[in-house]
């Protein structure tokens, strides 16, 4: 186990230090070890770093560290994988988000960057038409090989990762407490058999209970990690709308499944609809009309032409622009996730660099997010 790994795990152990506060540490100082190092007046003149922070980081760091060598020894004795930000089975689509995790725990078999990843979320008080749709979701994403993600939670929650299992397709539990504890307890069953076919995934340490605040925490993972985010049904207020909610604000495919007026659970879809949140979900074509995954998402060699692409030089452009214009030139048309992937630019820089490319009349925006060179 590496030194830098010791201080990744210790960061996020410290008081007041989130996903968002130990990214920016890291960045700013170089690695997780060099923030353990750094002088008090360093600390305070960091960006979005004030007073109690530093104070936290000063008074906590050793016990951090001490936490963070009996959480190594676990997580090798249990098997559990510690995924840093910088590992490469970290999930890349999550990587792109402001509040990414500096650490997950993850536990399972499934690739965490499959081709394609969808989250299902939904109430906890699902009907028959929930449990219906449902069903009929996972099956149509079967011949599309992708994983599923949902929360473990009751209701349409674990209907869909139970509709995964059956049909064969790897699911993932995305938890707000610690992954060597299963909660709700009536899903063990279902979570040993994920951990065969799929995984549980949380940024909480061991022993971390599933408190209400760490909920929503939990839901942005769910939204980051996915191309898409379905809500099956929802009341008004419902917990799954702020997966839509974050989903949409991560600018990812939210879709929903509108349901009859007079149904308490349905309110929360058709009000995401009629709020242009999410788009209809009615049918599998919807869903794969919504990605192009026919095109955009299927895979894709960078180093042959696709298709006769245009003549073009790159060498008058900035370098992070030539980097979006040669991953067109030698791909063809490519979904603004893929662009991501492929660059490992996150999706504010991607989105602008598109937009500056598009009003240059270089690139030209397609339906669903894709991007062809002009």
């Not at 559990?80 to 792109?96: E, G, I, K, S």
């Not at 599309?144 to 397709?169: C, Q, R, W």
């Not at 899903?187 to 058999?193: G, L, M, P, T, V």
């Not at 893929?338 to 490992?344: A, E, N, S």
Request: charged share 20%; hydrophobic share 40%.
């Amino acid at each position: 186990m590496s030194n830098e790994l010791l201080y990744q795990v210790a960061l996020p152990l410290i008081p007041h230090v989130g996903g968002g506060t130990a990214r920016t540490l890291v960045k700013h100082f170089g690695s997780a070890e060099a923030v353990f190092a750094a002088a008090p007046e360093k600390l305070r003149k960091t960006p979005r770093i004030g007073e109690v922070i530093t104070k936290s980081i000063l008074q906590s760091r050793i016990n951090a560290l001490r936490q963070a060598e009996e959480v190594m020894q676990r997580a090798e004795k249990e098997e559990v994988q510690l995924l840093p930000f910088t590992h490469a089975d970290y999930p890349q689509r999550l990587q792109h988000v402001p509040d990414a995790p500096l650490l997950l725990y993850y536990k399972g078999t499934a690739d965490l960057n499959a081709l394609k990843v969808v989250s299902i979320v939904g109430t906890r008080k699902s009907t028959d038409y929930g449990r219906q749709v449902t069903e009929q979701i996972v099956q149509g994403l079967v011949q599309h090989e992708v994983l599923v993600v949902s929360g473990l939670a009751f209701g349409i929650d674990i209907l869909a990762h139970k509709a995964a299992l059956k049909h064969g397709l790897p699911t993932v539990g995305v938890m707000a407490n610690s992954v060597e504890t299963v909660y709700p307890t009536a899903h063990q069953r279902d979570a040993e058999n994920m951990l065969r076919h799929g995984g549980l995934l949380s940024e909480f340490p061991f022993g971390t209970k599933p408190d209400a605040p760490r909920f929503p925490s939990r839901n942005r993972i769910i939204a980051g990690m996915a191309d898409c985010t379905i809500v099956v049904e929802s009341t008004s207020k419902g917990g799954s709308l702020i997966s839509a909610d974050i989903a949409h604000s991560y600018d990812r495919e939210v879709m929903a499944v509108p349901g009859p007026i007079t149904s308490e659970t349905s309110q929360g879809c058709n009000q995401l609809i009629r709020s242009l949140k999410a788009v209809p979900y009615t049918k599998p074509k919807d869903l794969e009309e919504l990605l192009n995954w026919d095109k955009a998402l299927a895979p894709r060699s960078l180093s042959k032409p696709v298709q006769a692409a245009p003549t073009l030089s790159l060498s008058s452009f900035p370098e992070e622009e030539q980097i979006i214009l040669r991953a067109l030139q030698q791909a063809g048309p490519l979904h603004i996730d893929v662009l991501c992937r492929h660059t490992r630019f996150n999706i504010s820089q991607v989105s602008s660099l598109l937009f500056t490319l598009e009003m240059s009349g270089w690139v030209k925006a397609l339906p669903g997010k894709q991007y062809l060179l002009v």
